[in-house]
T-cell receptor
Framework: GQSLEQPSEVTAVEGAIVQINCTYQ??????LSWYQQHDGGAPTFLSY????GLEETGRFSSFLSRSDSYGYLLLQELQMKDSASYFC?????????????FGAGTRLAVHP | SAVISQKPSRDICQRGTSLTIQCQVD?????MFWYRQQPGQSLTLIAT?????????ESGFVIDKFPISRPNLTFSTLTVSNMSPEDSSIYLC????????FGPGTRLTVL
């Protein structure tokens, strides 16, 4: 089976930096994705790491360590609009099917 | 990229009835998925629906309750059968061309 762990809630102020950690267990790991979901909205893709290291896209960066089964999403220069739920998700190929399995999500609240 | 539309966007249904949700993609995709998101919860994969083969269901989901059709590479339906209030959720269609995209969801309330 698969399991992912991430903090349930994070609070930060505008302009700050926040890191959301994710640890995972899966038998058929292909890569780690991050999604953002605003209340009432659909999940939107932020990043995907298949190899170890840091991927940077604007204010958002994502890191993966396959040996540690660990990754994180780093959000810089936080803005009020970043208040949302953030999900880590493993791309899993066990059982012969390529599928995306989600963590429970981290609710980020950005305050002035 | 892929643009996904779902119908209906929301519905209120009586227990014991069934609802079919449609998912349309603007390009041909091999892999299509159906997820459920219960209020305040994460996304749970219901099944993988690849064109030309039977859908593959995740543990806890069965074909009699959630029959799926995948007649071509741009369209799929998910039926929620014999509904109960516990089926009240958002149902999301998702596709994987290069990365995984999600439709806007169907918000279902069962009374």
């Amino acid at each position: 089976g698969q399991s992912l762990e991430q903090p349930s809630e994070v609070t930060a102020v505008e302009g700050a930096i926040v890191q959301i950690n994710c640890t995972y267990q899966t038998s058929g790991f292909y890569g780690l994705s991050w999604y953002q979901q605003h209340d009432g909205g659909a999940p939107t893709f932020l990043s995907y790491n298949a190899l170890d290291g840091l991927e940077e896209t604007g204010r958002f960066s994502s890191f993966l360590s396959r040996s540690d089964s660990y990754g994180y999403l780093l959000l810089q220069e936080l803005q009020m609009k970043d208040s949302a739920s953030y999900f880590c998700a493993v791309r899993d190929g066990s059982g012969g099917y390529n599928k995306l399995i989600f963590g429970a999500g981290t609710r980020l609240a950005v305050h002035p | 990229s892929a643009v996904i539309s779902q119908k209906p966007s929301r519905d209120i249904c009586q227990r014991g009835t069934s609802l079919t949700i449609q998912c349309q993609v603007d390009s041909q995709v091999t892999m299509m998925f159906w997820y459920r998101q219960q209020p305040g919860q994460s996304l749970t994969l219901i099944a993988t629906a690849n064109q030309g083969s039977e859908a593959t269901y995740e543990s806890g989901f069965v074909i009699d309750k959630f029959p799926i059709s995948r007649p071509n590479l741009t369209f799929s339906t998910l039926t929620v059968s014999n509904m109960s209030p516990e089926d009240s959720s958002i149902y999301l269609c998702s596709v994987l061309p290069d990365t995984q995209y999600f439709g806007p969801g169907t918000r279902l309330t069962v009374l």
